[in-house]
């Protein structure tokens, strides 16, 4: 995670790490068999929804947790990634999902 400096370069806020063909996710296994989309979903203990594919994750630097940021993850095959063209992040075209920009920042 990096902030975003306008003035200066931007820094490093901390990292978190996911092994996404670990024996948990399987995403890339998952991906390769179904030949579509493949998203991480886990479920939250303090909620009665089943799975949901967006949770949150400590960001750490030297082993202290510096903040925490909300994700989700896919794995889409490269036959429907280059059918469903998207920018990074949210440059155009922002689709499959579209990001909404953030509101309360400038």
Do not use: H
Not at 38 to 56: A, L, Q
Not at 78 to 105: C, H, I, S, Y
């Amino acid at each position: 995670m990096f902030d975003k400096d306008i003035l200066k370069p931007n820094d490093s806020l901390g990292d978190f790490e996911i092994y996404l063909n670990e024996p948990k996710y399987k995403l890339f296994s998952k991906a390769y068999k179904k030949k579509e989309r493949v998203e991480i979903k886990v479920t939250d203990p303090n909620s009665k929804r089943g799975p949901i594919n967006r949770f949150w994750v400590p960001f750490k630097k030297l082993g202290e947790v510096q903040g925490f940021g909300e994700i989700s993850i896919e794995v889409v095959p490269k036959w429907l990634a280059e059918k469903e063209n998207n920018g990074m992040g949210r440059d155009a075209p922002n689709q499959f999902p579209t990001l909404p920009d953030p509101v309360g920042r400038f």
